[in-house]
C-alpha cells in the first residue's frame, strides 16, 4: 500500500503519542483526571472512573454544565466577540453569531424552555433543519440539564413519532418548512402527523424559516413561534450544574432488530472526550474556522459540529443545503468565502464532488485549508487521492477517522494535532489515544497482522455511551458480543505496521452515504405493508453512496407483482422511514431461500444483490455449509 509521506520535516516519530498512549492504558485514572482539566468543573470529580463492566462511570462526584463550557466561559475570555457560529444558507446569506451573541440568544432559549415547564432530566426533542436555533436549541437544553433529542430532519413522521415516544419528549422544536435544492419541505406538518399519537408531548416551538408562515396550522395551546416566546423570555438563565454521569443527550440509531437504540451519553466524560479528540484530531489553533459538514441529527454533528468546536472556543460553520446546490462548486464556494481552514466530510460526498471534475474546485481560492478530514464509511484509495491532491493541493493531511455514535468522539484516527503520522489512504491508523483497540476472533483472540477479525475495545474511555434509553439489556450486548470487550461489529484487519484499515460492518446494518440503517427496520416497514407476507433487505454496493439497501419480498395471496404495487412498496418505504431507506431495487419473489431450520440465507440474497458469487461474500452468519448456500443461490437466482 502506497504510503503518502508529507514533506520530511512532517514525517516525525511517533514517540509523543506512544508515550501519551502508554500512560493513558497504565494509569488511566491519572491520564484522564489530568485531561479533564480542559473544561470547567463546578465541582471537582471525587473518582475519576468507577468501572463496574459493561457500566463506566467517569468523574463521578464532579459538577459542570457543557452549555457553560461552550459559551459563557469563552466571554469572558478572549473570544467574546470571536464568531462562534457562521451560517451558511442555502441560498447564499450567511449569519455569523459571536460568542457574545451565542449566548445571548441560548440564555433567552434556555429561559423559553423553562416557560415552557421543561426541567433538569426532561427530554426535548429537535427536529430541524440545519440553521442557528437547532444549535441554540441544543446549548439551551444542556444550560438547563434537559435532555436533547434530535432527530434527523429527512426521517419521516413515523420516525420521529416513535423516538419521541420512546423518550416522551415533552416539547418539539422545529421549524415551518426547510429548504433542500430549493424546494420548500414542510417540517411542521411532518411534526403534527408524528405528535398526533405522542401523548408526552405539550408544547411545539416553530422556527420560522419560511417567508408566508401565515399558512402555517398552528394548534392552540400546543404551538408557539420561536420568535414570540424569545420576546417574552429572560435575558440570563443560570446554568443548571449537573452530575457528570447526568445524560446530556440521546441519540438514536440503528441496530439489529426493528427497533433503533436511543444512545444515552453522560455529560462529563462525553465533553471531555469530544473536547480532546478535537484538539488531538485537529490540533485546533485560535485562527481557525471549523467546517464539518455533517447534520446534526448525526452523532458527527452534535461531537464535531456542535460541542467540540464550541468547547474549544473554535469558529464553526453550519450549512444549510447540499453539496451540489444550486452548483457543485457550492462547497468550495462556502470555503473560500469564510476561509475554513479545517474540513472535515464524509466519503460519500467527496465521491459525489469528484465526479463533477475538478475544475469546480479551480474556480475557487481555497488556500487556507491546512487539515482535511473524513468519516462514516471506508475511503476508497481513488477518492482518499483526489481529496488530497486536489482539494488539499498535497498540503494538507487527510485524516480518515473512525467511530461511532456510541462512542462519543473519534476511536481510531491519525492524531495529527499531537503528532503526523505518515498516512496510507484508505486506513483510518492508530487506536486513538487512551483506546486499548485489537482486531479479534469471536472468542476475543488476538488476530495477527492481515487476519480479519472484528474490531474490539478492550478498556472503558470518558465518551462511550452509559446505556441505551429503556433498555439496560440492549446495552450489555455491546460488551457480550466478544467476551470482555466493546464490540463496534466493524470487521477490520491491522497491516503489518500496525495501521488498521476498516472493512464494513459484521452485522445486518447498512451504511447508506454514511448513514446507520438497519435492515431490520425496513424489513419491519414491508411486512406492516397489506400486500407483504415475507421481507428480506440486504445491502448492495454503490459507487457513491457506498451501499444502498436492496428489498426481497414475498406478496400475500391475491396480490399480483405489477410494477405499480413495486413502486408502492418503495415509496411506502420512503414515506415510513424517510429517503435513505428507500430500497434502490425492489424483487418480488415466490420465496426466501432458507436454511433448514427456516433462516433467512442473507449471502444469497447478497449476492444477487450485487451480482457476486457467495463466496465472495462475507458474512458472520451460519448459514449452513457453502454447498447448501451455493445450491440455494442457483435455485433462487433460476426464479428470479
Ligand atoms: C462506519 C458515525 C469506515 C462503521 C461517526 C461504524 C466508518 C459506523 C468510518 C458508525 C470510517 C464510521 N471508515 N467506516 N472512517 N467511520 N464508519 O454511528 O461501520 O452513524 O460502525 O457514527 O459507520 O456509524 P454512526
Redesign the pocket.
Known amino acids: 500500500m502506497e504510503h503518502v509521506l508529507l514533506t520530511e520535516q512532517r514525517y516525525v516519530p511517533l514517540e509523543k503519542i506512544k508515550s501519551m498512549h502508554r500512560q493513558a492504558l497504565e494509569n488511566p485514572e491519572k491520564f484522564w483526571g489530568e485531561m479533564a482539566k480542559c473544561v470547567e468543573w463546578d465541582k471537582s470529580w471525587d473518582v475519576v472512573l468507577e468501572w463496574d463492566p459493561p457500566f463506566a462511570r467517569w468523574y463521578v462526584g464532579g459538577l459542570l454544565n457543557i452549555c457553560y463550557n461552550c459559551v459563557d466561559r469563552h466571554i469572558n475570555g478572549n473570544n467574546r466577540n470571536k464568531a462562534a457560529l457562521i451560517w451558511e444558507g442555502e441560498n447564499g446569506t450567511s449569519r455569523t453569531l459571536t460568542f457574545y451573541e451565542l449566548y445571548r440568544e441560548v440564555n433567552k432559549f434556555a429561559s423559553v424552555l423553562l416557560n415552557l415547564g421543561v426541567e433538569k432530566g426532561d427530554r426535548v426533542a429537535i427536529y430541524m433543519p440545519m440553521i442557528p436555533q437547532a444549535v441554540i436549541s441544543m446549548l439551551a437544553c444542556t444550560r438547563i440539564g434537559a435532555i436533547h433529542t434530535v432527530v434527523f430532519s429527512g426521517f419521516s413522521a413515523e420516525a420521529l413519532e416513535d423516538r419521541i415516544n420512546d423518550s416522551r419528549a415533552k416539547v418539539v422544536i422545529t421549524s415551518d418548512i426547510m429548504y433542500r435544492r430549493g424546494k420548500r419541505i414542510s417540517l411542521k406538518s411532518t411534526v403534527d402527523r408524528a405528535v398526533r399519537e405522542c401523548p408526552s408531548v405539550n408544547y411545539v416551538v416553530v422556527v420560522k424559516r419560511g417567508h408566508d408562515s401565515e399558512d402555517i396550522r398552528m394548534v392552540n395551546d400546543r404551538d408557539y413561534f420561536w420568535d414570540e416566546l424569545m420576546s417574552g423570555a429572560s435575558r440570563y438563565v443560570e446554568p443548571e450544574r449537573v452530575e457528570s454521569t447526568h445524560p446530556s443527550f440521546i441519540l438514536y440509531?440503528s441496530g439489529t432488530t426493528g427497533k433503533p437504540k436511543g444512545v444515552v451519553h453522560s455529560t462529563g466524560g462525553y465533553l471531555v472526550y469530544a473536547t480532546k479528540t478535537m484538539e488531538w484530531t485537529w490540533g485546533i489553533n485560535p485562527r481557525d474556522v471549523f467546517w464539518c459538514t455533517a447534520d446534526i441529527g448525526?452523532?458527527?454533528g452534535h461531537t464535531y459540529v456542535v460541542y467540540g468546536p464550541l468547547s474549544l472556543g473554535t469558529t464553526t460553520v453550519i450549512y444549510e443545503g447540499a453539496p451540489d446546490y444550486p452548483s457543485p462548486d457550492r462547497f468550495w464556494d462556502i470555503i473560500e468565502k469564510h476561509g475554513i481552514t479545517v474540513f472535515y466530510t464524509a466519503p460519500t460526498a467527496i465521491r459525489m464532488l469528484m465526479k463533477y471534475g475538478s475544475e469546480w474546485v479551480k474556480k475557487h481560492d481555497i488556500s487556507t485549508l491546512r487539515l482535511l478530514g473524513?468519516?462514516?464509511?471506508?475511503?476508497n484509495p481513488e477518492a482518499w487521492k483526489w481529496y488530497y491532491e486536489v482539494i488539499g493541493d498535497k498540503r494538507c493531511p487527510v485524516c480518515?477517522?473512525?467511530?461511532?455514535?456510541?462512542t462519543g468522539g473519534h476511536l481510531?484516527y491519525p492524531p495529527v494535532g499531537v503528532q503526523l503520522l505518515p498516512l496510507k489512504p484508505g486506513s483510518?491508523t492508530f487506536p486513538g489515544i487512551g483506546i486499548d483497540a485489537d482486531i479479534v476472533d469471536e472468542q476475543s483472540n488476538s488476530l495477527p497482522p492481515n487476519k480479519k477479525g472484528l474490531l474490539v475495545v478492550r478498556n472503558p474511555w470518558p465518551g462511550m455511551l452509559m446505556t441505551l434509553w429503556n433498555d439496560e439489556e440492549r446495552y450489555k450486548a455491546y460488551w457480550s458480543r466478544v467476551p470482555g470487550t466493546y464490540c463496534?461489529?466493524?470487521y477490520a484487519i491491522k497491516d503489518e505496521d500496525g495501521y488498521i484499515w476498516?472493512l464494513?460492518?459484521a452485522d445486518e446494518?447498512l451504511?447508506v452515504a454514511?448513514?446507520?440503517i438497519g435492515t431490520a427496520e425496513i424489513e419491519h416497514v414491508l411486512v406492516a405493508h397489506p400486500a407483504v407476507s415475507e421481507a428480506a433487505v440486504v445491502g448492495k454496493q454503490d459507487e457513491i453512496k457506498g451501499e444502498t439497501p436492496v428489498a426481497f419480498v414475498v406478496l400475500k395471496e391475491g396480490y399480483a407483482p405489477t410494477e405499480e404495487l413495486k413502486s408502492g412498496l418503495i415509496h411506502h418505504v420512503k414515506a415510513t422511514m424517510g429517503p435513505i431507506a428507500t430500497p434502490s431495487i425492489l424483487f418480488v419473489v415466490e420465496s426466501l431461500p432458507k436454511t433448514r431450520s427456516g433462516k433467512i440465507m442473507r449471502r444469497v440474497l447478497k449476492a444477487v444483490a450485487s451480482g457476486k458469487e457467495p463466496g465472495d461474500i462475507t458474512t458472520i452468519e451460519d448459514e449452513g455449509s457453502i454447498e447448501e448456500i451455493e445450491r440455494a443461490y442457483e435455485e433462487f437466482k433460476g426464479k428470479l
Open positions: 440509531t448525526w452523532i458527527t473524513t468519516v462514516g464509511e471506508p475511503m480518515d477517522c473512525y467511530w461511532q455514535t456510541e481510531i483510518v463496534t461489529m466493524d476498516i464494513g460492518r446494518v451504511n454514511g448513514h446507520r
